[in-house]
C-alpha cells in the first residue's frame, strides 16, 4: 500500500512532527479525551469537523497508536463512518481499518530506527499492535 506511505512521508515533512495528535490538530482535526468504556477508539465527522475521540484511560503508546490508527481515517476515510457500518450494514470494515492500522505505522515506525533498542516484536507489544500487520508493513 505505498500509496499510504506516500501520504504519511508528505505528511510528516509538512507539518514536521509524527506525534499524531499534534499532526491531527495540525490539520483542524479535533483530538477529544473522554471516558470511553471498553473502546479504545473512534473517528467522527459532523458537518464538516473531524473529531477523534480517545479512551481517556489509555496508557502514552496505546494512546499514540489508536490516536495515529484514528488519523489513518481521518485521512483515508474521512466520510467512512465504521462504527455505523460495522453495527448496522453488512459492508466489510477489514480492509479500511487494515489501511488505517498501515497508516499509523508507517506514522509511528517508518521515520524511527527500531535498532537493538527497540526490536520490531517489543514495538509491537508496546503499542498494542497486532501481531497479523507484520507481514503486512515490512
Given amino acids: 500500500m505505498e500509496y499510504i506511505e506516500k501520504k504519511v512521508k508528505s505528511l510528516i ?3 514536521n512532527t509524527t506525534d499524531p495528535i499534534k499532526l491531527a490538530e495540525s490539520l483542524g482535526i479535533v ?13 467522527s465527522k459532523h458537518f464538516r469537523f473531524k473529531f477523534i475521540h480517545l479512551n481517556e484511560k489509555l496508557g502514552k503508546e496505546k494512546l499514540e497508536f489508536v ?3 484514528e488519523l489513518g481515517h481521518a485521512i483515508l476515510h474521512p466520510d467512512s463512518n465504521t462504527p455505523f457500518l460495522k453495527k448496522n450494514t453488512l459492508f466489510s470494515t477489514d480492509k479500511i481499518e ?3 492500522n498501515i497508516f499509523a505505522m508507517n506514522l509511528l515506525f ?3 530506527d527500531l535498532n537493538s533498542q527497540l ?3 517489543l514495538a509491537l507489544n508496546k503499542y498494542g499492535i497486532p501481531q497479523k500487520l507484520l507481514s503486512k508493513f515490512f
Fill in 98 to 100: 487494515m489501511e488505517a
Fill in 119 to 121: 526490536t520490531i516484536e
Fill in 110 to 112: 517508518k521515520e524511527k
Fill in 31 to 43: 483530538v477529544v479525551h473522554e471516558d470511553l468504556g471498553n473502546t479504545l477508539g473512534f473517528y
Fill in 13 to 15: 515533512i509538512k507539518h
Fill in 67 to 69: 490516536c495515529a490508527h
